[in-house]
């Protein structure tokens, strides 16, 4: 790739991601000493915690998505190309990716963590996944579609499988989406639709392990339980899914689901990109890197967040898939990078965990900082106020701040529109000339078969 360096000294970094970690590195590093090129297959960064917020309706995906350009619009010396990274060449110090090829100085993988369905092929055809803000505007989608033909639907089983939803995945993610939707449909779906019963709505949030909450007390896995059952979640731990067909949803105990809306939030899995060896990618898929976020057996190629694992004594398992693990190792990494052009000794990681919380809904959440435990509307209001200043933009922030306000004012949300993006149809190529096929409706009257048309072209 072309782009000219500002002094002969300039090292390019090359960042694959513009997740929490990447975004953060581009930021932190010094332009005067390096030259990066950030890549990512969207030209916005997306703030995953409040997706699930877009999938019930209750933001605009506009408000947790920033454009790549407008936060880098004062740094001459950030490239940004959008762009979908395909294979790592270590040995040339280059990666392929879908906009052709391009050198490194120093590579750093952050393009995180896709849904892990386990290798069960049909949950993950006939399920939903939320990991994107298009994913969640799937979900949201689908919901809306589904409410609107059960009105239409021709018995009672159908209509009551169409409005049913199943959660998979106890985790906040989980726990977080089965209180939006039970809001849902406690405040605002009987006004929307007054034909039909939602009585006969039923929202499962199903747990394989013991409780809900996994990496929190259980206090607070007890009392978020109760705070579902309380808003109507039918909460079953020591439950996993089976098989699911897009009617039926199978579990381990034997018994059945009916739904048309199954949501899959039972775990990630690293992302892969080939080109790095079997021996540094962990089974879920995540890269082992040192104390330093270098990559196993590399001195030029850095992994950073979700996709990363920094294995210790301390964390058998690597550092928890959060956010402030990959902002924190971000900022490290910037330091450390320098650090390595003047040739000083690197600064090893240490994460400063400052708590986790979830929420289940309005005046609903728990929270746990250090020893201190709290929940309720304390919790809520902790829990709003560190995920709004943690989203970028002001103009985000007060969106979001106004939407939350109105919701609670209100009790409704505004934004229950089925909206699909429409795609060109794409050009009919001959596949022996490759020339376009044009089709008149003079030539072509009755047949639409793509056969018929290319036996007449010829
Ligand atoms: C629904 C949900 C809720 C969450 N809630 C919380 C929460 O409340 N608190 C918390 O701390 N954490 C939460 N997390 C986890 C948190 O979002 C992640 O830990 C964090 O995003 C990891 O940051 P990252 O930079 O490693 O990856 P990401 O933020 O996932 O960024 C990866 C980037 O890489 C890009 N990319 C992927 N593959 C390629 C490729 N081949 N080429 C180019 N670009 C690529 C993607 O488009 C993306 O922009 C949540 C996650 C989800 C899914």
């Not at 589904?146 to 959660?167: D, M, P």
């Not at 409706?441 to 290319?454: D, M, P, R, W």
Request: proline share 4%; aromatic share 8%.
């Amino acid at each position: 790739m072309d782009i000219p360096y500002a002094t002969e000294q300039q090292k390019r970094v090359v960042v694959v991601g513009a997740g929490f970690a990447g975004l953060t590195l581009a930021k932190k590093l010094s332009p005067r000493h390096f030259q990066i090129l950030l890549l990512d297959k969207n030209n916005y960064h997306q703030f995953q915690p409040l997706l699930y917020q877009v999938a019930t309706a209750g933001l605009e995906p506009s408000s947790i998505s920033f454009p790549l350009r407008k936060v880098f619009q004062q740094k001459p010396n950030i490239f940004i190309r959008v762009a979908e990274v395909q294979q790592i060449l270590p040995a040339e110090k280059a990666i392929e990716t879908t906009i052709g090829k391009i050198d490194y100085d120093y590579l750093v993988l952050a393009h995180g963590a896709e849904t892990n369905f386990f290798d069960n092929a049909n949950t993950q055809h006939y399920g939903y996944s939320m990991k994107s803000v298009s994913e969640a505007l799937l979900i949201r989608n689908t919901l809306l579609k589904n409410f609107e033909q059960a009105l239409i639907a021709a018995t009672e089983a159908e209509r009551n499988a169409l409005l049913n939803v199943v959660i998979v995945g106890g985790g906040p993610t989980g726990v977080e989406l089965a209180g939006a939707v039970a809001e849902m449909k406690n405040k605002l779906l009987p006004k929307d639709y007054p034909e039909l019963n939602f009585s006969a709505m039923h929202i499962y949030l199903l747990e394989a392990a013991p409780g809900l909450l996994n990496g929190m007390s259980a206090a607070s896995s007890a009392k978020v339980t109760e705070y579902l059952k309380g808003l109507g979640v039918k909460v079953q731990i020591q439950t996993a899914v089976k098989d699911y067909d897009g009617h039926t949803v199978y579990l381990n105990n034997g018994t059945t689901l009916q739904s048309r809306c199954l949501i899959w939030a039972a775990g990630v899995k690293g992302a892969v990109i080939a080109g790095l060896p079997q021996e540094v990618l962990l089974p879920n898929k995540r890269i082992v890197v040192n104390e330093y976020n270098a990559v196993k057996g590399f001195d030029a190629v850095f992994a950073l967040g979700d996709i990363a694992c920094m294995v210790s004594e301390q964390n058998p398992k690597g550092h928890p898939q959060v956010a402030p693990v990959a902002i924190q190792q971000a900022q490290l990494l910037a330091v450390n990078l320098k650090r390595l052009l003047t040739q000083q000794s690197l600064l090893p990681f240490a994460y400063r965990n400052k708590g986790s919380m979830a929420t289940v809904g309005r005046n609903l959440a728990v929270a746990e900082l250090g020893k201190i435990k709290i929940k309720g509307f304390i919790a809520w209001m902790a829990w709003m106020f560190v995920h709004l200043m943690s989203v970028i933009g002001v103009k985000n922030r007060l969106f979001i701040l106004i939407n939350w306000i109105w919701q609670y004012i209100t009790y409704d949300q505004s934004l229950r529109l089925i909206i699909k993006a429409t795609e060109k149809k794409k050009p009919l190529i001959c596949p022996e000339t490759r020339k376009r096929i044009t089709i008149s409706a003079k030539h072509f009257t009755v047949s639409s078969n793509y056969q018929e048309i290319l036996r007449q072209v010829q």
